[in-house]
């Protein structure tokens, strides 16, 4: 799937506005693949896959598009 980075925390986490989902996606930094958390910037093209979790569908392997 693919998207942009949306919001990003001091905290090691951020949102990503996916293509075709009307949610946004939580990922965290240990899912990033490729990039440091510190490298991102809120409108970033990014790809990635979606799991589900306890609290809904999270982003993984996280990507620079």
Known sequence: MT?????LTDK???F???E???KDLFFHSKNL???M???LRE???VSFEMEESD??????NVQRA
């Not at 998207?3 to 919001?7: L, T």
């Not at 609290?55 to 993984?60: L, Q, T, Y």
Request: no cysteine; hydrophobic share 40%.
């Open 33 to 35: 693949v490729g990039v």
């Open 37 to 39: 958390f510190e490298e």
């Open 43 to 45: 409108g970033d093209a």
């Open 55 to 60: 609290k809904g569908p999270n982003a993984v």
């Open 16 to 18: 990503i506005t996916a």
């Open 12 to 14: 090691g986490f951020g």
């Open 3 to 7: 998207g942009s980075i949306k919001k």
């Open 20 to 22: 075709g989902l009307a």
